[in-house]
T-cell receptor, first 114, second 112 residues
Framework: EDKVVQSPLSLVVHEGDTVTLNCSYE??????LLWYKQEKKAPTFLFML????IEKKSGRLSSILDKKELFSILNITATQTGDSAVYLC??????????????FGKGTHLIIQP | NAGVTQTPKFQVLKTGQSMTLQCAQD?????MYWYRQDPGMGLRLIYY???????DKGEVPNGYNVSRLNKREFSLRLESAAPSQTSVYFC???????????FGPGTRLTVT
């Protein structure tokens, strides 16, 4: 059974801190790892990672994938209160790898205190 | 572009009632999905339609049916609602496998 595990499940930090969110996966026919941000409504896409060791960056957010150790991290530097959200990690599979559709972790609930 | 739209936004049902959740996308995507999100459980795939004319079960299909009405629309039907189906339902779409999914705003369903 495909599995995605995120840690920590919740995290409270102060504005300006740097945070690292973790995601490990055990997925048959793994294709890519995706990160989404969810703020009480629809998840919004952040990153898709398919290759090991190549960092993807968008402003203060960055993410990297390790396909050997089967994990990914999402870093947020100089956090702001607007970064408060649930961050979801999801694994996607190749065609022929079972059901089309993403396997999600339970999410990390990040709270940034002023 | 409206992206992915869902109706209704909220619904309260009594046990045994039926209803259909509607989803539409205007991005010319081929694949569409229904997920449910429960507290502490993440999103779980109910059904999906990889292309127009096809539908398949996901991880938690029991108690649900779907219809891919055309390329734009994918509906989810609860024939006899149960309290265990109280959840937030998200529709999503993507151009094809290997692309990111885009999500609708969700439908909050309560079954009493």
């Amino acid at each position: 059974e495909d599995k995605v595990v995120q840690s920590p499940l919740s995290l409270v930090v102060h504005e300006g801190d740097t945070v690292t969110l973790n995601c490990s996966y055990e997925v048959t026919n793994f294709r890519s790892l995706l990160w989404y941000k969810q703020e009480k409504k629809a998840p919004t896409f952040l990153f898709m990672l398919t290759s090991s060791g190549i960092e993807k960056k968008s402003g203060r957010l960055s993410s990297i994938l390790d396909k050997k150790e089967l994990f990914s991290i999402l870093n947020i530097t100089a956090t702001q209160t607007g970064d408060s959200a649930v961050y979801l990690c999801a694994a996607d599979t190749y065609s022929g790898g079972g059901a089309d559709g993403l396997t999600f972790g339970k999410g990390t609930h990040l709270i940034i205190q002023p | 572009n409206a992206g992915v739209t869902q109706t209704p936004k909220f619904q309260v049902l009594k046990t045994g009632q039926s209803m259909t959740l509607q989803c539409a996308q205007d991005m010319n995507h081929n694949s569409m999905y229904w997920y449910r999100q429960d507290p502490g459980m993440g999103l779980r795939l109910i059904y999906y339609s990889a292309s127009e004319g096809t539908t398949d079960k996901g991880e938690v299909p029991n108690g649900y049916n779907v219809s891919r009405l055309n390329k734009r629309e994918f509906s989810l039907r609860l024939e006899s609602a149960a309290p265990s189906q109280t959840s937030v339902y998200f529709c999503a779409s993507r151009f094809a496998r290997d692309y990111e999914q885009y999500f609708g705003p969700g439908t909050r369903l309560t079954v009493t």
